[in-house]
């Protein structure tokens, strides 16, 4: 079945930097890779999505990129504020199990002042 | 206009007892899927629902069941409870089984003695 692996389990950047995190996924059918953002005591948030027949996608300063020939797929956040601090988890879903997301381990984001 | 509502949002229960989970899916959705994320995890799927039917289903036992009303409401029952069942059990709602774009509650946090 499909896996998706995500790295780093933590990240720490300096307000203002940039930060990225890295998902790889195991399954070549799947065609949509959404990312969740999940703060203290809610239920994940879609953030920002990619189809398979996109290789980057852009909303304001979210970002991400898919290589589908490497099955990597990555976030991008740049000029970094305090409320980007959470959780991040990327997914995958295969194009014939539209609501059966697959989640990586999540991401914690700390923003330092 | 309400989002996914969930109840109740903590519970303690021992081992052997039984559990019963709601959801208000979100206004005009018609599809609710459940999932488990254990601490410091990603969710995983549980199972989906759609027009009163179980439509796919994750890799989890058959304590684990559900149900889904006329007013595409649904519950989770969790039968003889055991330690690892403690996580913090998300549902999601959507317009259709098809759907890519899930809404997510803020869960209900279950806890096993």
């Known amino acids: 079945g499909e896996n998706v692996e995500q790295h780093p389990s933590t990240l720490s950047v300096q307000e203002g930097d940039s930060a990225v995190i890295k998902c790889t996924y195991s399954d070549s059918a799947s065609n949509y890779f959404p990312w969740y953002k999940q703060e203290l005591g809610k239920g994940p948030q879609l953030i920002i999505d990619i189809r398979s027949n996109v290789g980057e996608k852009k909303d304001q300063r979210i970002a991400v990129t898919l290589n589908k020939t490497a099955k990597h797929f990555s976030l991008h956040i740049t000029e970094t504020q305090p409320e980007d601090s959470a959780v991040y988890f990327c997914a995958a879903i295969h194009y014939s199990s539209a609501s059966k997301i697959i989640f990586g381990s999540g991401t914690r984001l700390s923003i330092r002042p | 206009d309400a989002g996914v509502t969930q109840s109740p949002t903590h519970l303690i229960k021992t081992r052997g007892q039984q559990v019963t989970l709601r959801c208000s899916p979100k206004s005009g959705h018609d599809t609710v899927s459940w999932y488990q994320q254990a601490l410091g995890q990603g969710p995983q799927f549980i199972f989906q629902?759609?027009?009163?039917?179980?439509?796919q289903r994750g890799n989890f036992p058959d304590r684990f069941s559900g149900h889904q009303y006329p007013n595409y409401s649904s519950e989770l029952n969790v039968n003889a409870l055991l330690l690892g069942d403690s996580a913090l059990y998300l549902c999601?709602?959507?317009?259709?089984?098809?759907?890519?774009?899930?809404?997510f509650g803020a869960g209900s946090r279950l806890t096993v003695l």
């Open positions: 629902y759609y027009e009163e039917e179980e439509r």
């Open positions: 999601a709602s959507s317009l259709g089984p098809g759907a890519n774009v899930l809404t």
